[in-house]
């Protein structure tokens, strides 16, 4: 598995913005699917973003068009740029990872992720 540590996390208000890291440890990083996933307050986790080793980008009907996910190998580490935030917004995100070559990898479902940080918390006030 690969340790990830995320940090970004804060208190913006509405229509702010947010860059969320995810370190990741580990000689291999660029070979994972890496994937954002958030939980609020008395609901389940959610699904957020993910990218593919290979690049290839899937996006939340929710956040499409506002989040922006991307990722360094350099640098083993994967990035959430979060726009136009809104109150709805709010939750503790998580960063995973997975081995996307793995046969069942489905970038959307948190149980192909096989490691994941320990979340950052994000707000937005409206």
């Known amino acids: 598995q690969v340790q990830l540590v995320e940090s970004g996390g804060g208190l913006v208000q509405t ?7 995810c370190a990741a440890s580990g000689r291999t990083f660029s070979s994972y699917a890496m994937g954002w996933f958030r939980q609020a307050p ?5 699904f ?6 290979s690049g290839y980008l899937y996006y939340s ?3 499409k068009g506002r989040f922006t996910i991307s990722r360094d190998n350099a640098k083993n580490t994967v990035y959430l740029q979060m726009n136009s935030l ?16 793995r046969y069942g ?8 992720y096989d490691s994941w ?5 994000v707000t937005v006030s409206s």
């Open 15 to 21: 229509g702010g913005s947010l860059r969320l890291s």
């Open 42 to 46: 008395g609901k389940e986790r959610e």
């Open 48 to 53: 957020v973003a993910a990218i593919r080793s």
């Open 61 to 63: 009907d929710s956040v």
């Open 86 to 101: 809104k109150p709805d917004d709010t939750a503790v995100y998580y960063c995973a990872a997975a081995d996307g070559s």
């Open 105 to 112: 990898y489905t970038p959307t479902r948190d149980r192909s």
């Open 117 to 121: 940080g320990q979340g950052t918390q």
